[in-house]
Each structure stands twice: as structure tokens, then as C-alpha cells.
């Protein structure tokens, strides 16, 4: 959430900003109320100054013995004007939250201007994308090849968008997941976490998700619960409403399986694990001081590269544009691995910098070095999520005869196997 300060006295920057990001969020319409709001609660100051004042006129006349009867009226018709207008004060404080929940974070200085991802930037590229001398497959026929995914199944159970991973592919979704917790505790310096899968609205709100996202989310009506659409709204919520007491900053590293509806996305529901319902993730978030939070969203991303350099996987770095952003990310990049299957780049990982525009709707802070109570900077970024990364494992390591080879770091993992056969 913005900083209705901020907005008031940086008016034409935000507004800029939010032309840059193709916001529609209504700043009109804030400031209108912001402005009446202000007013209000100089009317009402303005009303308790009088009534103190009078009230001790009030008191001396009494002392004195002398009629104070009209003067009281007066106040009690004063008192009513002031709980009248403290109403009113939170009816529209209470209009201006709601509208302030739909304005997107402001992008970063450093943040390219582009209208949709055609103005994103690579930033680099690790390997080169594998030449075959045979013709490649896709990842939906290998796996269902080897027996170890099956859409036919799960679209039965479930309906489209969902898939069912059997035998060794069961396996090696247990084992990508082990080996990236491991290598975010063991190296780079993360404390796991294991949270619920489903979580209140208020967790929803303080993170971004509600109310703009609100027909992308699975929603428990019954419960007024909701299954979380990534590990970031449970782990960034273990410090709402509090003041962080540990030193920052503070790594969290979580798995968790994933629920995304997808809705509005109409024709963009593609074969196999491309974009599904549900899906496995591992997940990064940070709290850390402000003044340190762009290097550590470098940090972040390299912590993400290191899973799939050790995967020996070919990748790219993209630094989103304002238009391609995501709603609460003041600078995001995305992590893309090569699919050779589908002959495109499939984005596995997004890693932001939120700056405080979390923390202020969830009210996350901690004490800065002066002692006072300051709002946190967040950051999060898929560590990273599995089922394009399995994609790109099957279609990067598949063999002319069928079999997929495993990664050497994975094989610890899969019981010493070098391969799926």
C-alpha cells in the first residue's frame, strides 16, 4: 500500500508512475477524499477546542451560582456535531483504505518503462540452448513415455489444468524439492519454514493479493479461508501486526504446493505442466532493512540462479518492465529456463523487491538503528517452482532412446539413479 503522504506530496511522480505501470487505480479520487477527510478533522478539532474552552466557562459559572443552562445545550448540540462528523471521518477513511488497496506499488528509478513484457530486458544468460541430433520431444510425451505423468487421469479427477505424477516422477518431484531446501539452508543461509496451506483474507490483503486478485484465488466461502497461491502470503504473514524483535535481515525458505485459478485467462491454458491449477514451489522471502534491500534482491536471484546452474540447466535473466510488473513489486526480475520442446523460454522463477508497500498493509516493522519504529522492506522470489522446472529437465536431459538422464547434483536424491528409464 502506498503512503497517502507520499501521495499527497509527490502527486504528479505518482501519477506518472502510475501511467508508466498502466494502473488504473482511481488517484482522483484518493486525494478528493484524502482532502475531505483532512478538512473533517480540522472542523473537528476546531469543535473539541470550543467545547474544552466552554465547558470551563461552564464550570465557573456554576461555581459562581449562575445559569449555565443554554451554554450546555449549546455543547450538547456541539458534542452532536462532533460524533456526527468522527463518523463521517471513518466512513471515509474507511473508503479511502479500500481504494488505496488497488493502487500497485511505484516502480523502482531503475525499472525500464514499457507498456507489456516486449519491453522487458535481459540482463544475462548462463549455457546456450541444446541442439539435438534427433528430433526433440515434448515434455508430455516423454513423461507419459516413461510413466510418469499421466493428464488423461488427473483432467478425470480434477478437470483441466491439473496433471498426476507417478512412479519415478513422484520421486523426482520429492527430490527437487528436498535438494532446493537443502541448498537454501545448508549454503545460502535461509530458515526453513512449514506453513499452512490456507490462510485468512487479512493475510491475503497484507501481502497484495486481495481484493485486486480476488477471482485468481481458491476461496473457502464456508471457512472465509483461502489456499494460498505461493508460500510468500503464509511466510511474509508470520510477522503481520508485530514489530520484528530478531536482528535483520532474516532469509525464510518454505515449501508448499500452489493454487492459482487462472481466472480470466481464457485461452491461455496450454498442454502439459506449461500453466496449471496447482503446482509445487519452493519459496524465498526476505525482511530486511531498507537501505540494504536492493542488494539483496541481486542476492535473491543469484540464490535462484545457483538451483539451476547446479541443475546444469540454460537460463536467462529478465528485468521487467513498468507495464509487465507485478502489482506490489517496486523491481522484479524473472528467471526463464530453456524448454527445447516448445522451442520458447518458460519463466520458473520471479524475484521483487516490495520495498515497504507490504509491510504497510500487513504492518510489519522493526526498530532502525535510531531506535524507532520503521516499516521493513520485503522481498520474496521462487527458489523455485517445479513443475516447468521438471519441463525443462525432461526436455533438456531426454535421450534419443527414450530415457532422461538426472542431473548429478539431483542423483543423491533419487537413491544414486542416473537416469529415468
Same mark, same amino acid.
Given at each position: 500500500?502506498?503512503?497517502?503522504?507520499?501521495?499527497? $506530496?509527490?502527486?504528479?511522480?505518482?501519477?506518472?508512475?502510475?501511467?508508466?505501470?498502466?494502473?488504473?487505480?482511481?488517484?482522483? /479520487?484518493?486525494?478528493?477524499?484524502?482532502?475531505?477527510?483532512?478538512?473533517?478533522?480540522?472542523?473537528?478539532?476546531?469543535?473539541?477546542?470550543? *467545547?474544552?474552552?466552554?465547558?470551563?466557562?461552564?464550570?465557573?459559572?456554576?461555581? /459562581?451560582?449562575?445559569?449555565?443552562? $443554554?451554554?450546555?445545550?449549546?455543547? *450538547?448540540?456541539?458534542?452532536?456535531?462532533?460524533?456526527?462528523?468522527?463518523?463521517?471521518?471513518?466512513?471515509?477513511?474507511?473508503?479511502?483504505?479500500?481504494?488505496?488497496?488497488?493502487?500497485?506499488?511505484?516502480?523502482?528509478?531503475?525499472?525500464?518503462?514499457?507498456?507489456?513484457?516486449?519491453? #522487458?530486458?535481459?540482463?544475462?544468460?548462463?549455457?546456450?540452448?541444446?541442439?539435438?541430433?534427433?528430433?526433440?520431444?515434448?515434455?508430455?510425451?516423454?513423461?507419459?513415455?516413461?510413466?510418469? +505423468?499421466?493428464?488423461?487421469?488427473?483432467?478425470?479427477?480434477?478437470?483441466?489444468?491439473?496433471?498426476?505424477?507417478?512412479?519415478?516422477?513422484?520421486?523426482?518431484?520429492? /527430490?527437487?524439492?528436498?535438494?532446493? +531446501?537443502?541448498?537454501?539452508?545448508?549454503?545460502?543461509?535461509?530458515?526453513?519454514?512449514?506453513?499452512?496451506?490456507?490462510?485468512?483474507?487479512?493475510?491475503?490483503?497484507?501481502?497484495?493479493?486481495?481484493?485486486?486478485?480476488?477471482?485468481?484465488?481458491?476461496?473457502?466461502?464456508?471457512?472465509?479461508?483461502?489456499?494460498?497461491?505461493?508460500?510468500?502470503?503464509?511466510?511474509?504473514?508470520?510477522?503481520?501486526?508485530?514489530?520484528?524483535?530478531?536482528?535483520?535481515?532474516?532469509?525464510?525458505?518454505?515449501?508448499?504446493?500452489?493454487?492459482? *485459478?487462472?481466472?480470466?485467462? /481464457?485461452?491461455?491454458?496450454?498442454?502439459?505442466?506449461?500453466?496449471?491449477?496447482?503446482?509445487?514451489?519452493?519459496?524465498? @522471502?526476505?525482511?530486511?532493512?531498507?537501505?540494504?534491500?536492493?542488494?539483496?534482491?541481486?542476492?535473491?536471484?543469484? #540464490?535462484?540462479?545457483?538451483? +539451476?546452474?547446479?541443475?546444469?540447466?540454460?537460463?536467462?535473466?529478465?528485468?521487467?518492465?513498468?507495464?509487465?510488473?507485478?502489482?506490489?513489486?517496486?523491481?522484479?526480475?524473472?528467471?526463464?529456463?530453456?524448454?527445447?520442446?516448445?522451442?520458447?523460454?518458460?519463466? @520458473?522463477?520471479?524475484?521483487?523487491?516490495?520495498?515497504?508497500?507490504?509491510?504497510?498493509?500487513?504492518?510489519?516493522?522493526?526498530? #532502525?538503528?535510531?531506535?524507532?519504529?520503521?516499516?521493513?522492506?520485503?522481498?520474496?522470489?521462487?527458489?523455485?517452482?517445479?513443475?516447468?522446472?521438471?519441463?525443462?529437465?525432461?526436455? #533438456?536431459?531426454?535421450?534419443?532412446?527414450?530415457? @532422461? +538422464?538426472?542431473?548429478?547434483?539431483?542423483?543423491?536424491?533419487?537413491?544414486?539413479?542416473?537416469?529415468?528409464?
Amino acid at each position: 500500500m502506498l503512503d497517502i503522504k507520499f501521495i499527497r $506530496d509527490h502527486e504528479d511522480d505518482v501519477r506518472r508512475a502510475l501511467q508508466a505501470r498502466g494502473a488504473t487505480a482511481d488517484l482522483d /479520487a484518493v486525494i478528493a477524499l484524502d482532502k475531505e477527510r483532512r478538512a473533517m478533522v480540522s472542523q473537528v478539532e476546531v469543535l473539541k477546542n470550543r *467545547r474544552n474552552v466552554v465547558s470551563k466557562e461552564i464550570g465557573a459559572l456554576k461555581k /459562581a451560582g449562575k445559569d449555565a443552562a $443554554d451554554m450546555q445545550k449549546a455543547m *450538547r448540540e456541539v458534542g452532536e456535531e462532533i460524533a456526527a462528523t468522527d463518523q463521517r471521518i471513518r466512513e471515509v477513511e474507511e473508503k479511502l483504505g479500500g481504494a488505496l488497496l488497488y493502487f500497485p506499488n511505484l516502480p523502482h528509478a531503475s525499472v525500464p518503462v514499457g507498456a507489456d513484457a516486449s519491453g #522487458n530486458q535481459v540482463v544475462r544468460q548462463h549455457g546456450e540452448p541444446r541442439h539435438f541430433d534427433f528430433e526433440a520431444k515434448a515434455h508430455w510425451d516423454i513423461g507419459v513415455k516413461l510413466g510418469i +505423468l499421466d493428464f488423461e487421469r488427473a483432467a478425470r479427477m480434477s478437470g483441466a489444468g491439473f496433471f498426476l505424477m507417478k512412479g519415478l516422477g513422484a520421486r523426482l518431484q520429492r /527430490a527437487l524439492i528436498q535438494f532446493m +531446501l537443502d541448498l537454501h539452508v545448508s549454503e545460502h543461509g535461509y530458515k526453513e519454514i512449514s506453513a499452512p496451506f490456507v490462510v485468512n483474507a487479512s493475510s491475503m490483503r497484507g501481502t497484495g493479493q486481495l481484493p485486486k486478485f480476488a477471482e485468481e484465488l481458491y476461496h473457502v466461502p464456508s471457512d472465509d479461508l483461502y489456499l494460498i497461491p505461493t508460500a510468500e502470503v503464509p511466510v511474509t504473514n508470520i510477522y503481520r501486526d508485530e514489530i520484528i524483535q530478531d536482528p535483520l535481515p532474516i532469509y525464510l525458505t518454505a515449501y508448499t504446493p500452489c493454487f492459482r *485459478r487462472e481466472a480470466g485467462a /481464457a485461452g491461455k491454458m496450454t498442454r502439459g505442466m506449461i500453466r496449471v491449477h496447482q503446482f509445487d514451489k519452493v519459496e524465498m @522471502v526476505k525482511f530486511v532493512e531498507p537501505e540494504n534491500s536492493y542488494d539483496e534482491l541481486e542476492k535473491l536471484v543469484q #540464490n535462484a540462479e545457483d538451483v +539451476l546452474q547446479r541443475l546444469g540447466l540454460t537460463y536467462r535473466v529478465v528485468l521487467l518492465c513498468t507495464g509487465d510488473m507485478g502489482f506490489g513489486a517496486a523491481k522484479c526480475y524473472d528467471i526463464e529456463l530453456w524448454a527445447p520442446g516448445q522451442n520458447a523460454w518458460l519463466e @520458473v522463477s520471479s524475484c521483487s523487491n516490495f520495498e515497504d508497500f507490504q509491510a504497510r498493509r500487513a504492518q510489519i516493522r522493526y526498530r #532502525n538503528k535510531d531506535g524507532k519504529v520503521a516499516l521493513v522492506h520485503t522481498l520474496n522470489g521462487s527458489g523455485v517452482a517445479l513443475p516447468r522446472l521438471v519441463v525443462a529437465l525432461l526436455e #533438456n536431459y531426454q535421450q534419443a532412446d527414450g530415457t @532422461v +538422464l538426472i542431473p548429478e547434483a539431483l542423483q543423491p536424491y533419487m537413491g544414486g539413479m542416473q537416469r529415468l528409464e
